[in-house]
Structures are given as C-alpha cells and as structure tokens.
C-alpha cells in the first residue's frame, strides 16, 4: 500500500516506526490517516522483520486529535461511522501480537492522547502537554477515555474528560499516562534505544506475554491467575524458553528461534 499521511521504515533492530506525516495540520487524524495508520500496524504485525513497532509525528507535535474539516453534514449513522475510523487503530493496538511505543512530542490532544495511552508504553518529550480537550469546542473524547482510563483510574481520567485541560509530561508521567520523560533534545534517540531495547527480548515470550495481559485485564480475579499460568506453561515448551534458560545458564547472548 502507498502511504500519503504516514511514513513507515523498517530497521536492521527489528524496530518498525510509524511516523504520523501531517505536519502541516499538526498530525490530525482523518479517515485517511486512521485507515492508513490502522493498515501500517496490522502490516508491520505480520512482518518477521519486526518485533517491536514505533509510532512518532513529523513536525511540532505528535497529534493534534482529529481533524474536523470535514466535520459537518453527517448523518448520526455516518458520524457513528466516521468516529469507529478514527478509532479503529486504537483498538488494533491491543489486538497486535507485537508490542507498540508511542513517541510523544509538542502536543498529544483528544485522540492523540488516546493514541499516546492506547500505545502499550510511552516515552515523552520533557515538554510535552497532553489532554482530552474535544470538550472545548463541544464535543468529548468518549473514545480515547477508554484506554486512559485504563492508564490511570476513573477519578483522573474523568477530570481529564471533562475540563479538557493539557497538562504537563511531568503530570502524565505522575498518573501513569506515560511511562517516562527525556529532554526534548534526546527523545529521538532514547524512544528508538527503548525501542530496540525491547525488541531483543525474546519475541515469543513478548508476544505470549502482551496477548496474555490484553485478554486477562477484564477477568475475575481468581480467572486471570488460571488464564495466567495456562498462557506461561505454553511459553515453557517453547524453543525460545530453552534457549533462554540455556543462555543464562551458559553466560551467553540467546539466539531467538521465535517459536
């Protein structure tokens, strides 16, 4: 597929990045941008090249939210299918074998924001501000409430949802939105060092672990142990696993066989 609002690069460290290409509109989604972004990462999950996938945005901020340029008009059904494109990628995230990082930079609003929490993790610019900030021209982010508030509890991410207010890196940081802050000079190379980092683990034991997580988070307490140690005595028969355990054992660097 070619590519007209992002860009993605595949890396000899196994790190597939995303970049978001609207740089001009400050990366704002619109249903060219969801779509193409929600075929980059399922492509990307299926490549053996990558184990790990990074998303970025060209320009002065990481995304703005979505576009409404094209706002007006709809009918409820058309929004209705108009707001399920713009949220689809979010949604792929948890369903993708492989790990996502969100690179964060300048702005992270409204469905940036919600792309920055529906991220697996996230490494941001010390001056980065994010927010949930549709219900400042009368909209809501009903949307990307649903991985904050998976991010960072109900109080928080009702207070985010309503004022619509951006707040600092150090504050996400605090709540739990992102998981770490660098100076803006260094995010380029720090997101991708974490991304590589990442991506020499061994990538069944990633992948079982993600798949695991995602489907375990809504069950009964006692159930999650039970769907837990199931999903682990499968990583045990893996060729991976012994080749781990082998490589620790043996003081060497493990050759994954990714099965």
Same mark, same amino acid.
């Given at each position: 597929m070619d590519y007209e609002t992002i860009v993605v690069e595949i890396g000899e460290d196994f790190v597939g990045q995303i970049t978001l290409n609207r740089p001009g509109q400050l990366n704002t989604f619109t249903t060219s941008l969801a779509t193409e972004l929600n075929h980059a990462?399922?492509?990307?999950?299926?490549?053996?090249?990558?184990?790990?996938?990074? &998303?970025?945005?060209?320009?002065?901020?990481?995304?703005? +939210? !979505?576009?409404?340029?094209? @706002? #007006? +008009? %709809?009918?409820?059904?058309?929004?209705?299918?108009? !707001?399920?494109?713009?949220?689809?990628?979010?949604?792929?995230i948890s369903k993708m074998k492989k790990p996502v990082i969100a690179q964060v930079h300048g702005v992270a609003a409204a469905n940036g924001a919600g792309l920055v929490a529906a991220a697996d993790l996230a490494i941001a610019s010390d001056k980065t501000r994010l927010g949930l900030t549709a219900i400042n021209v009368g909209l809501n982010c009903i949307g990307p409430i649903v991985p904050v508030t998976r991010s960072i509890g109900r109080k928080k991410a009702l207070e985010l949802l309503f004022y619509g207010d951006l707040i600092t890196a150090d504050t996400a940081l605090d709540m739990g939105l992102i998981n770490k802050t660098v100076p803006a000079e260094d995010l380029e190379k720090e997101a991708r060092n974490w991304a590589a980092i990442l991506a020499r683990k061994s990538p069944v034991a990633?992948? &079982?672990?993600?798949?695991? @997580?995602?489907?375990?988070?809504?069950? =009964?307490?006692? %159930?999650? #142990? =039970?769907?837990?140690?199931?999903?682990?005595?499968?990583?045990?028969?893996?060729?991976?696993? =012994?080749? +781990? !355990?082998?490589?620790?054992? =043996?003081?060497?660097?493990?050759?994954? %066989?990714?099965?």
């Open positions: 990462l399922l492509d990307l999950d299926a490549q053996k090249a990558v184990r790990v996938v990074l &998303i970025k945005g060209e320009g002065k901020a990481f995304c703005a +939210g !979505i576009d409404v340029g094209d @706002f #007006f +008009g %709809k009918t409820a059904s058309e929004y209705r299918e108009w !707001i399920e494109c713009m949220e689809t990628p979010l949604v792929t990633l992948q &079982i672990a993600k798949k695991s @997580f995602y489907a375990a988070a809504d069950l =009964e307490y006692h %159930k999650s #142990f =039970e769907y837990m140690n199931e999903a682990f005595a499968r990583l045990c028969t893996t060729e991976d696993a =012994e080749e +781990g !355990i082998r490589a620790f054992l =043996e003081k060497r660097n493990p050759e994954w %066989k990714e099965k």
